[in-house]
């Protein structure tokens, strides 16, 4: 038993490293979503500019990446959170795109199933945890449970009551808890749109025939809830963010930008872990080089 917990590599510590940026949340009591901003304050409009160093970090993530899954020591869990069209699917596309697919598994959280229900909340999220070496990327979350959840209980038979989502945010901060304490580093995004920007977007999505497959009726309706969407993202930030899963609000108004504000943190936060390619004692050195001096031979 001694030697499987050894060989499992589990942390005393949780890794807490994570890049400072003013897109961090720093105060999660005095967090409030008016502070915030929906577009970034000096940005770049270059398009081949943005390309240019999106495709850098990307290639840095994709470097970084090989060593988390040779290392096989931690696993990193990306949480994206946003209203529609706030550019969940692009962002993760753009930061991945470049990625082994071996090592990285998407998985995105629709209305939950009958079998999902008869479950847990958290359930479902813990099905598609990433295993150590790998990179596990959630669109969407469990965070779904106390954001449209909370916004509509009557839709899912919950109670709309205070202590209810309390409760459900306390036990998402201690999954959460659990994950870091046991080499699973969790880091999360949420790419926040404001209600213009989002009208924008729908509208683009009407006007193109080749969009309106994204398009879902019921998202237009869902904009007369704002108010209470945004007080229940500042109600789960408040209770989730702390050192070992932090919380970045992105300004997701400006794709471009905001795809790259995203790679750039999580490419900051694999240097920051530090993944390593495994040595090999001195002794198994000198045999591999035999072994290539005999194929050499050959």
Not at 82 to 109: C, E, H, L, W, Y
Not at 263 to 278: E, G, N, S, V
């Amino acid at each position: 038993m001694s030697g499987d917990v050894a060989s499992a590599g589990a942390v005393t510590r949780p890794f807490t490293a994570f890049p400072q940026t003013p897109f961090r949340v720093v105060d999660a009591d005095g967090f409030r979503v008016g502070d915030w901003a929906t577009a970034p304050a000096d940005r770049d409009d270059d398009k081949s500019t943005l390309k240019s160093r999106l495709a850098d970090e990307v290639a840095a993530i994709h470097d970084l990446q090989r060593q988390l899954y040779a290392e096989a020591r931690r696993a990193l869990l990306v949480v994206f959170q946003a209203m529609d069209a706030g550019g969940k699917d692009s962002t993760i596309r753009a930061a991945f795109s470049g990625v082994n697919p071996t090592g990285v598994q998407v998985t995105a959280f629709k209305v939950p199933t009958h079998r999902e229900r008869a479950h847990d909340f958290l359930w479902r999220g813990s099905l598609a945890l990433p295993a150590r070496g790998h990179i596990g990327v959630f669109n969407r979350s469990y965070y779904e449970d106390v954001l449209i959840a909370r916004v509509h209980p009557e839709r899912f038979g919950l109670h709309d009551d205070p202590g209810f989502w309390d409760e459900r945010l306390r036990s998402i901060a201690a999954h959460e808890r659990h994950l870091a304490f046991n080499d699973t580093v969790v880091l999360k995004f949420w790419l926040h749109l404001s209600p213009e920007e989002q009208q924008r977007r729908f509208l683009r999505r009407l006007r193109h025939p080749d969009k309106h497959w994204k398009f879902d009726e019921a998202d237009v309706r869902e904009r007369e809830h704002w108010d209470d969407y945004m007080n229940a993202y500042q109600a789960a930030i408040r209770a989730t963010h702390c050192d070992w899963a932090p919380w970045y609000v992105i300004p997701a108004d400006h794709k471009p930008s905001a795809r790259l504000l995203v790679a750039q943190t999580i490419r900051r936060t694999l240097d920051a872990m530090d993944p390593r390619y495994p040595t090999v004692s001195d002794e198994r050195a000198q045999r591999l080089q035999r072994l290539a001096r005999a194929l050499g031979q050959e």
